[in-house]
């Protein structure tokens, strides 16, 4: 199983949820099966939600970061996931603003109207980093 955080600050306003082992297994099993350091567990994920989101969706800012411009109730597009280089310790997508392209954590949006794929995905992004989960 995943390493938890220790003394890390939480990045998201969600408490950690409940245990669910439907994700679990699918975490462990689909998407950082066969990962054996940090390195293969982020690749797993960045593979898992470039194969499940489907682009371009429309998500709604649900928490403020630091390193993030936007805004919590902001509405993107989100075009696709950011470089695998940009992915190696938090997963990133692109999104349009303000007239640019950049790239923001996944674990601050929620998908607007998005296929049952996509929105598994993300709430499976989410669960990982709300349990306190890190590669």
């Known amino acids: 199983m995943p390493k938890k955080k220790t003394n890390t600050p939480k990045r998201t306003v969600s408490s950690r949820p409940a245990k669910s082992k439907a994700r ?3 975490i462990v099993m689909e998407i950082i099966v066969d990962a054996y350091g940090p ?5 797993g994920w960045y593979y898992y939600l470039e194969d499940k989101l ?3 969706f429309r998500a709604k800012c649900i928490a ?3 390193i993030s411009p936007l805004r919590e109730g902001e509405t993107v597009e989100v075009t696709d996931m950011a470089p695998e280089s940009d992915c190696q310790h938090e997963m990133f997508v ?3 603003w303000e007239g640019r392209t950049l790239g923001v954590p996944l674990s601050q949006l929620k998908g607007v109207a998005v296929e049952p794929d996509t929105k598994q ?3 499976d992004w989410h669960y990982w980093v709300q349990q306190g989960y890190e590669f």
């Not at 390195?39 to 690749?43: L, N, T």
């Open 121 to 123: 995905a993300i709430e």
């Open 64 to 66: 403020e970061r630091g």
């Open 39 to 43: 390195e293969e567990q982020a690749m």
């Open 94 to 96: 692109t999104v349009h």
């Open 24 to 26: 679990e297994d699918r």
């Open 54 to 56: 489907s682009f371009p």
